[in-house]
């Protein structure tokens, strides 16, 4: 039947003289899964050819520029005839004078799959063919569309290939990928594939399919030698040991925290769960859930159980989670499903098989107990999701996992059995930093709840390491309060402080929380903690101080004479000086320090740039060269930089919102990021005020000094709590962050406003609020213009592009003082001068309400 098919292909070329496979002795092995290829081809014109394997060939589609992620474009894709699968290996140069002779390099492979509920052969007759891809480089959701013909009888049919909208889709800069110019299956480019330079790929279709047909291996995994190892081979070998009797509860594998994901080949890489970490335990018809600890919660989660109760006798090792409205799991949403027992749409992801009709399969490696896992699942019940895994590189995995706002990423080796405890073979890589604490009390303002006080044990000891100050919504407040009361006590927990005050309150240290934080302080205390809920599954006893191990691999390592890699992301020119005699001693301050200097300082510069829109000021060539500002992206901006709709603009706006997009900015250049002042993804909710003191000509920075204190007096009389920084130039910033509010940007300007015109009235030979540099003489500018809805300010520790590589630093009070100098915190000083300083440590706990403050204003 597919030799029939080929006829066409197969006439059309010499196999005499170009190297294409002829499909007649082909040795591709069979895939439970249908795989795709995508070849760059660069013939009379460039273009991309789709090939979707089907019936024993792959039907074949050239698309003109390349698949765009906009699902606003519909790229052409002209139907040609079926290809051999073995073509599917073929990277090279086809001869000129051949049918398409050029350059062939494989730019993207994997596996696709029809829509659930479609039907292949439907669809391409109908000419509506909606597919699900996953590659290296596609992802998602696409369709391919038939046109209309031109010609009755056309022997060529155009198709449409469309990016349908999901997690992948990238509005407005949909071709970027294609832009991309390195093999996915040898890591050539094109030109080195025409000068028939390197080495030409490893085959894929010809070579030996794992069971689980996981997804196509990366350049990096292609060319590993963990296959050959003796270790691997081991594991191959092992087999399952026949039991009499499943145990009732096995201790789990544990992962080991990392900073960065496992490199090379032999991991696959699985999506981290927020969720409870379960074991499904199934024995003649009869279902039960164990915790981690082994405690039996079948009842907690009764539809769990009964839908695991149509499985064989096994033990399933998985996460029970809810998802929000995006498919993602909610910690949060777990935790009230929990507490209202409104558990029927929690769903069981099982990512490991333990045993299984009457076998111990621990001692098999991953890949095969997966692939068992897979088979059992078969038509399972719908809360029952088998966990993927990818073999691509784990840097890329976990960018994209960072992309899809989840929590990080597990890494495990493919070729290990199972071991029950903390081990090297399974890691986790976070996209965000999390911990577990206990909880050792709770504050109040009045009768409202302010903050959980929380600890880690070190030995026998609780110590305490900060107050958890946001994340708290009324639902979780309704449900937390009772649960504190309840263990309310006279002493406190903590080995070490802090004090008994005005509206602390002590509890048996018994409950344990999930928190997102920004970092640690120098005393080890928590930065910009955030409460994501409780944990009911892990005894309080064994939380501990958790820190990430040492990568894998080194987070800077050089590519070649002109890259390196930070945190993943390749910077050309490393070398390039951005500020040529930052210190005055001829020593640059280089691309490669700039990228370093954000995954130094990022973790506790996220928050206050995460979720709002930012511009961002780029000197390509040094602070001696042309500054750039931006606030758009441009064609080929890096992926890892959000973008966020805003009113009253065609464009999105750029958004930072994690480590790897500082990176990014710093490849291209960008030094300085002016976020909003708005609430995280809230560009119409003020979120703070930014009072800018500007001191004219001749004016000293001890007179700055003063107005500082004078700004954060008034403040604090009205209500609120101010927060000082440096700017990075001649002035400092008065930041005083609000609590959620209804009132206007307007509003909120008239109100910054007002607080400056009173001390300008009061003070008319100090200050003046109006910007005329004629009137600026020897007076302070209060800039109140920050304020509106569109304005910004440089965030804190964001470095400036002017003479010094200086940073705009956040400071405690108590520094804010004579003697002060804003150029002491440069790029090259900042690291290490965060690490001891506990400025700003508790600015979640300083918002308070606008409405309260503008009504003491007006009294």
């Known amino acids: 039947m597919a030799t029939a098919k080929l006829s066409r292909y197969q006439s059309m070329r010499d196999f005499g003289v170009t190297a294409e496979p002829s499909g007649r002795d082909a040795k591709v092995k069979p895939s439970n899964r249908l795989r795709f290829v995508i070849q760059k081809h660069a013939a009379t014109r460039l273009h991309f050819d789709l090939r979707l394997e089907h019936k024993g060939v792959f039907l074949s589609w050239a698309v003109t520029r390349g698949p765009s992620f906009d699902p606003h474009d519909k790229r052409l894709a002209v139907e040609v005839e079926p290809h051999p699968l073995d073509y599917g290996d073929f990277e090279g140069t086809i001869p000129k004078g051949q049918y398409g002779g050029g350059t062939v390099q494989l730019w993207d492979r994997g596996y696709w799959a029809p829509e659930p509920g479609t039907d292949i052969d439907k669809g391409l007759k109908k000419g509506d063919l909606k597919l699900v891809i996953e590659g290296e480089r596609m992802h998602g959701s696409w369709a391919l569309v038939r046109m209309r013909d031109d010609k009755p009888g056309a022997k060529r049919h155009n198709w449409l290939l469309i990016k349908h909208r999901d997690e992948f889709a990238v509005e407005g800069h949909g071709e970027a990928k294609a832009l991309e110019d390195r093999s996915v299956a040898s890591g050539r480019t094109m030109a080195e594939i025409a000068a028939g330079k390197g080495k030409g790929p490893k085959p894929f279709m010809t070579a030996s399919h794992a069971a689980a047909d996981a997804v196509w291996q990366s350049r990096e995994n292609a060319h590993s030698t963990a296959a050959a190892s003796p270790k691997v081979a081991a594991s191959k070998a092992a087999k399952p040991r026949a039991v009499d009797r499943m145990p009732r509860f096995v201790e789990p594998q544990l992962c080991k925290l990392v900073d960065r994901p496992g490199q090379g080949g032999g991991w696959g890489h699985e999506v981290k769960f927020d969720g409870y970490r379960m074991q499904l335990r199934v024995e003649a018809g009869k279902a039960q859930l164990f915790t981690r600890k082994g405690l039996d919660w079948t009842e907690k989660f009764r539809e769990i159980a009964k839908a695991g109760e149509g499985l064989p006798d096994s033990m399933i090792d998985g996460e029970i989670c809810a998802l929000d409205h995006t498919g993602s799991p909610d910690f949060a949403a777990l935790q009230a499903a929990i507490s209202d027992q409104k558990t029927a749409d929690l769903v069981f992801f099982a990512f490991d098989l333990l045993f299984a009709e009457g076998e111990d399969l621990r001692p098999l490696p991953l890949e095969g107990r997966k692939a068992r896992l897979r088979g059992l699942l078969e038509g399972a019940d719908k809360r029952l999701h088998y966990v993927e895994h990818f073999e691509t590189g784990g840097e890329a995995v976990l960018q994209s996992a960072c992309r899809m706002d989840l929590e990080g990423i597990v890494s495990k080796r493919l070729d290990a059995p199972y071991r029950s405890g903390r081990g090297n073979d399974w890691t986790k890589a976070k996209c965000r930093a999390g911990h577990e604490v206990v909880i050792g009390g709770w504050t109040t303002t009045g009768e409202a709840f302010r903050s959980l006080i929380a600890g880690v044990y070190r030995g026998e000891r609780l110590i305490h390491v900060g107050r958890i100050g946001s994340g708290y919504g009324a639902g979780k407040v309704a449900r937390l309060l009772p649960r504190l009361k309840a263990l309310e006590t006279e002493k406190s927990p903590f080995h070490n402080g802090p004090r008994k005050g005005p509206g602390v309150h002590w509890v048996r240290p018994d409950l344990v929380a999930e928190i997102e934080y920004a970092g640690f302080t120098g005393d080890g205390s928590l930065r910009q903690a955030s409460f994501k809920g409780l944990r009911e599954d892990k005894p309080a006893a064994e939380v501990e101080a958790e820190k990430p191990a040492a990568p894998t691999t080194p987070l800077v390592k050089p590519t070649g004479k002109d890259k390196a890699i930070v945190m993943g992301v390749t910077l050309s020119h490393p070398d390039k000086a951005l500020w040529p005699n930052a210190a005055g001693d001829e020593t640059p301050v280089t691309k490669l320090d700039l990228a370093r200097y954000f995954e130094a300082v990022g973790g506790w510069m996220l928050p206050h740039i995460q979720g709002r829109p930012c511009s961002l000021i780029r000197i390509p060539d040094g602070i001696g060269g042309e500054q750039f500002f931006q606030r758009h992206a441009m064609r080929g901006s890096s992926a890892l930089i959000d973008e966020v709709e805003v009113s009253g603009d065609h464009k999105p706006y750029l958004v930072f919102n994690r480590l790897e997009a500082l990176a990014a900015a710093a490849q291209i250049g960008g030094v300085e990021l002016h976020p909003w002042n708005c609430r995280p993804d809230q560009p119409e909710v003020p979120g703070r005020l930014v009072f800018d003191l500007d001191p004219g000509e001749g004016l000293g920075f001890e007179a700055v000094i003063e107005a500082a204190r004078e700004v954060r007096d008034r403040l604090e009389t009205l209500g609120l709590v101010s927060f000082c920084k440096t700017t990075g130039g001649k002035g400092l910033h008065v930041v005083t962050p609000l609590k959620p509010t209804k009132l206007s940007w307007d509003e909120a300007k008239a109100f910054a406003r007002e607080v400056c015109a009173r001390m300008a009235a009061d003070s008319p030979d100090r200050y003046v609020i109006n910007m005329a540099k004629k ?85």
């Open 775 to 859: 009137l600026r003489g020897g007076r302070i500018f209060l800039d109140y213009l920050r304020n509106d809805r569109m304005s910004t300010a440089v965030a804190p520790l964001s470095p400036r592009a002017r003479a010094g590589a200086t940073v705009s630093f956040p400071l405690n009070w108590t520094q804010v003082r004579k003697g002060l100098d804003p150029k002491a915190w440069t790029v090259r000083t900042v690291p290490d001068a965060l690490a001891k300083t506990t400025a700003w440590e508790d600015y979640g706990e300083g918002e308070r309400s606008l409405e309260a403050a503008v009504k003491r204003l007006k009294a």
